[in-house]
Nanobody, 129 residues
Framework: QVQLVESGGGSVEAGGSLRLSCAAS????????MGWFRQVPGKEREGVAS????????YYIDSVKGRFALSQDNAKNTVYLHMNSLKPGDTAMYYC??????????????????????WGQGTQVTVSS
């Protein structure tokens, strides 16, 4: 059993920054992979980034590379999504998710929604132009 609590969402102007936090608790094996997803109304939830807790390796989708960065604080069991140079297109509900170790199409810890079996409640990010 894994519990995830996100925080840090809000409203910013384009070009601004936000830091999302995901505090995790529960079975460490079941949160060895941590991912961030986002969803806008009427669209499918999409993966944004992921981190392998064991070695800090990360994966980002192309649209956020160079703007978003993941980090973790092991003492706090917290993963952070640092979002910079935000664009209106980044507006979405952001979800943190956890999974046991896995690899998908050559990437560790980045995969489809079905692989992740623990989800947070989501935090809204709104970027205005």
């Amino acid at each position: 059993q894994v519990q995830l609590v996100e925080s840090g969402g809000g409203s910013v102007e384009a070009g601004g920054s936000l830091r999302l936090s995901c505090a995790a608790s529960g079975d460490p094996q079941r949160r060895a992979c941590m991912g961030w997803f986002r969803q806008v109304p009427g669209k499918e939830r999409e993966g944004v980034a992921s981190i392998d807790i064991s070695d800090n390796s990360t994966y980002y989708i192309d649209s956020v590379k160079g703007r978003f960065a993941l980090s973790q604080d092991n003492a706090k069991n917290t993963v952070y999504l640092h979002m910079n140079s935000l664009k209106p297109g980044d507006t979405a509900m952001y979800y943190c998710a956890a999974a046991p170790p896995f690899a998908y199409r050559g990437s560790r810890c980045f995969g489809p929604l079905s692989v992740y079996d623990s989800w947070g409640q989501g935090t809204q990010v709104t970027v205005s132009s």
